[in-house]
């Protein structure tokens, strides 16, 4: 929604910004770093790589944590149980 003389009005998501899936990390992948990486209920480790380098909107997508949202730390990963702006 944007704000014009004084009333809000509807404005398709989409035309906000680009919802996407994030990528996925196994465990055993990770290389312990100081990159966090976000899961559907926010920082699950941290990682010595990144995939976003500014603050993204996380929102879990999958499982207990659907819908939980954070905003995500600037160089962070964002694995693929969670869409980000």
Known sequence: ?????????SEPL???FK???GSALP???IVEGECPVY???????YHAEFMVKNPTIVIG???????????????????DRVISN
Not at 1 to 9: N, P, S, T, V
Not at 61 to 79: A, D, F, M
């Open 61 to 79: 997508r999958v499982g207990e944590y659907c819908g939980s949202i954070h905003l995500s730390k600037p160089n962070s990963w964002i694995t």
């Open 27 to 29: 465990n055993h992948k």
């Open 39 to 45: 899961g559907g209920n926010g920082v699950v480790g």
């Open 14 to 16: 989409e035309s906000i």
């Open 1 to 9: 929604m944007k704000l014009r003389k004084d009333k809000w009005i």
């Open 19 to 21: 919802l996407k899936s």
